[in-house]
């Protein structure tokens, strides 16, 4: 049973434009999200956070949207740009996990000149 | 510079031989961590130490094994207990604090001749 979805496993996007990733939740004991980007071959790198106490986080061209009550986060990014196309992995962790991590599937982003 | 360091980059394994995949941080973190990752599919968590001398099995640790002797380090050994090892194996480490990030490290890709 997946406790962390993202139900688009690519999406494709124009540069300039903007890309929203998404991501659902199942447990709602997660209060602490993050969001990644894979290079292949490569570790992830840290992206974004966001705490269960607030709804917006923004860093630059990345900004996180968490709705608590339909258990969703969004992940914009705004301009895209090519160097964007990557692997984001959305993850969750809570008490109830002992503050291990569980990662979604990801999305494949494509951004294309 | 700190960091998160694996070797090698590339594992070939034999049938029925044992291989052990090095994991080093120097972030002074608690906390470390094995995930494994297949294609098209999230990181799924393999082991984790919280503490020196401890270890906890994740959600898909038959056929792995672990120690955690110092801080700073934490290897993996796939057995030939382990079916399925093909997949490209990532170490990360935090504080072990709650709502903390997670690093990783650059990946090892393990392959079976």
């Given amino acids: 049973d997946q406790q962390v979805k993202q139900n688009s496993p690519s999406l494709s996007v124009q540069e300039g434009r903007i890309s929203i990733l998404n991501c659902d939740y199942t447990n709602s004991m997660f209060d602490y999200f993050l969001w990644y980007k894979k290079y292949p071959a490569e570790g992830p790198t840290f992206l974004i956070s966001i705490s269960s106490i607030k709804d917006k986080n923004e860093d630059g061209r990345f900004t996180v949207f968490l709705n608590k009550s339909a258990k969703h986060l969004s992940l914009h990014i705004v301009p895209s740009q090519p160097g964007d196309s990557a692997v984001y992995f959305c993850a969750a962790s809570g008490d109830n996990y002992g503050q291990n991590f569980v990662f979604g599937p990801g999305t494949r982003l494509s951004v294309l000149p | ?113």
């Fill in chain 2, 1 to 113: 510079d700190g960091g998160i360091t694996q070797s090698p980059k590339y594992l070939f394994r034999k049938e029925g031989q044992n291989v052990t995949l090095s994991c080093e941080q120097n972030l002074n973190h608690d906390a470390m961590y094995w995930y494994r990752q297949d294609p098209g599919q999230g990181l799924r968590l393999i082991y984790y130490s919280q503490i020196v001398n401890d270890f906890q099995k994740g959600d898909i640790a038959e056929g792995y094994s672990v120690s955690r002797e110092k801080k700073e380090s934490f290897p993996l050994t796939v057995t030939s207990a382990q079916k399925n090892p093909t997949a490209f194996y990532l170490c990360a480490s935090d504080s072990g604090q709650p709502q903390e990030t997670q690093y990783f490290g650059p990946g090892t890709r393990l392959l079976v001749l």
